[in-house]
């Protein structure tokens, strides 16, 4: 087969390369999966390998399914041996095989989530844990996965974690090696002990690791920048003794930090294997020139990358578009217009695609989009009203407007220690069905009905419902619900979420958006249009409402997906790039998660920087345009002016 006339010149370079390690450095829409598919069919065709031979290691099943099956098209031969697939695949593979070389079984059982979280819990309460200020199984689980895959420190990671809540870092430790024990007990593995186990089988057994490099001959790796420390330690045992290794990634698209990825993976990857050729794809297939000059101007700020510029080879289209508008809510109107102008161009709205840094920068569009009945689907999760943390602070609003409302009661007080479903119930209804939390003496009556653990934290909400009255907070629901962070809920957030750095935000957010209106009970109203706080989910979309829907996305859940047109929000100082990300590790990620943003555009591209935003003290800010923004030329965008 004539691999030189399918790819273009950049493809097969590096779909031909010589044997040895090799790095792609794929940039958005350039085809990186074309590329990959090739190799392996020039290794089988060219190279007189066996399929079998060649190992290719991805992050999802269907990438590698869809690699190898294409593959198996050009070289009418069968691919997959079974070993390729996911890192997590590889590895319980290699384990089936040689578990009983560290200690367990090959019949071990793989953990679930389910069952993981369950038997942390057991190990917790094996443990005596007091369950009032200790981390939920998720939570734990979490930060235990991220920690094995950097090969971290666990305790020191336990310290930084928790040094801002009270939990003790000693006892966690102690809980982290029962849950050690009894899994070794029972001849289980949770999913990240894929990946222990195997990278520990294979640094420990040399002849297993010997066996292994001859069997696979040459290794490939998809998005290699989103690796973390064990996913690249497991590839270097594999590949030492015949260095035939082809790894394909972008850095310019590294935005998983804070889940463990380590992009120096793929940036150092020519100190790691001295003498790798390095292959560069930069003709891109995907976007207009215009769109792309916006992303190379911008991703050029970056010091420590491979630098790179993506080329079009599309026709000239529009000017992407800068809109400076007031605020957040003329922002959403916006969005709604011109996304109706452009679905009326021909452009479905399941192609147009609204992208955000953070969830509560939504906020406003999604209250917007309700009140225009626009149907969208949010695909980076549930709708921002929906979730969790959002309708556990909304709570304490609907408990001061409703003292009947038992949904309301019930979600609070299994927020504390030793409250379970039924229990809850129970309370409300020994309590009469009704409880006027203004009144002083409700609570008395309330702390004498609840479990004595549960006390304490009953103890620190009673304030925040007394001050409603007292203090005449009714027309301000934004300090009801930061004086309920404050006193509770901060520290509940550390415990149960693994992202509570996240979820903190979208509270600031929150607390910020309550200005706009003058009461609690017009605030609950209003966020009423958006979610059923009574219903936990809500109706999935038919398919073809789905089709006929705004598509709503976070940044990082966009990235591998591509729209007909793309709108960005509030590229403003400290919101895009964040300012908690920045002061933490410099702008360099944002600057990435800003290149992805704009490389998910094809014809279109409108950039958003609202003016001001007002504040919980009813105060107004003028917000800075994003430096990302003051880094592209005036020449490169046109300005949309006129939505004040």
Known sequence: MDFQAAPNAEQSAAGTAPDGPALVVAAAGTGKTRTLIYRLAYLVTEKKVQPREVLLLTFTNKAAKEMLTRAEVLVHQRFNSGYSGTFHSFANRLLRSHADSIGFGRDFTILDADDAKKLMRVCMDEQDVEKKHFPKPDVLLSLFGIVSGRMGDLSAAVDERFELSEVDPDL?????????????????????????????????????????????????????????????????????????????????????????????????????????????????????????????????????????????????????????????????????????????????????????????????????????????????????????HIKDVCIVLRLLVNPSDELAFTRLIEMLPRVGKKGSHKIFRKLGGRINLQCPEAHEKLLAALPVVAREGWEAIKPVFLAYREENLQNDPGEIIFRFKKAFYAEYM????????????????????????????????????????????????????????????????????????????????????????????????????????????????????????????????FLDPSRFLAEIPDNFLQQDGGYF
């Open 172 to 388: 966690v430790l102690k809980v982290h090696a029962r849950y050690q024990a009894r899994k070794k007990e029972s001849n289980s593995m949770d999913f990240d002990d894929l990946l222990i186990h195997a990278h520990k089988l294979l640094s420990e057994d040399e002849k297993i690791r010997t066996f292994y490099q001859e069997e696979f001959k040459y290794v490939l790796v998809d998005e290699y920048q989103d690796t973390n420390a064990i996913q690249a330690g497991l590839v270097h045992l594999l590949v030492k003794r015949h260095g035939n290794l082809m790894v394909v990634g972008d850095d310019f698209q590294s935005i998983y930090s804070w889940r463990g990825a380590d992009f120096r993976n793929f940036l150092d990857f020519e100190k790691f294997y001295p003498g790798a050729k390095t292959f560069k794809l930069q003709i891109n297939y995907r976007s207009t020139p215009e769109i792309l000059d916006v992303a190379n101007e911008v991703i050029s700020g970056n010091p420590e990358q491979f630098q790179k510029e993506l080329q079009a080879v599309r026709e000239n289209g529009a000017k992407p578009s800068l809109a400076k508008v007031r605020d957040g809510s003329v922002q959403a109107r916006y969005v709604i217009e011109k996304a109706r102008e452009l679905n009326r161009k021909g452009i479905p709205l399941s192609e147009i695609c609204v992208l955000y840094r953070a969830h509560f920068h939504a906020m406003e569009l999604q209250m917007e989009l309700a009140r225009e009945h626009m149907p969208y689907v949010v695909t980076s999760g549930v709708r921002f009203f929906e979730q969790a």
């Open 494 to 621: 550390i415990e149960n979420f693994d992202n509570h750095k996240f979820r903190t935000e979208d509270l600031d957010g929150l607390i910020d958006f309550t200005v706009k209106f003058d009461s609690t009970e017009s605030f609950l109203s209003e966020i009423a249009l958006l979610s059923n706080l009574d219903t936990e989910n809500s109706k999935a979309p038919s398919e073809e409402e789905n089709k006929n829907s705004l598509r709503l996305s976070t940044i990082h859940q966009a990235k591998g997906l591509e729209w007909k047109a793309v709108f960005v929000l509030f590229l403003n100082e400290d919101m895009f790039p964040s300012k908690k990300a920045t002061e933490d590790s410099g702008d360099a990620e944002e600057r990435r998660l800003f290149y992805v943003a704009v490389t998910r555009a094809e014809d279109e591209l409108f950039l958003c920087s609202p003016l001001v935003r007002r504040q919980r003290d009813g105060g107004m800010i």
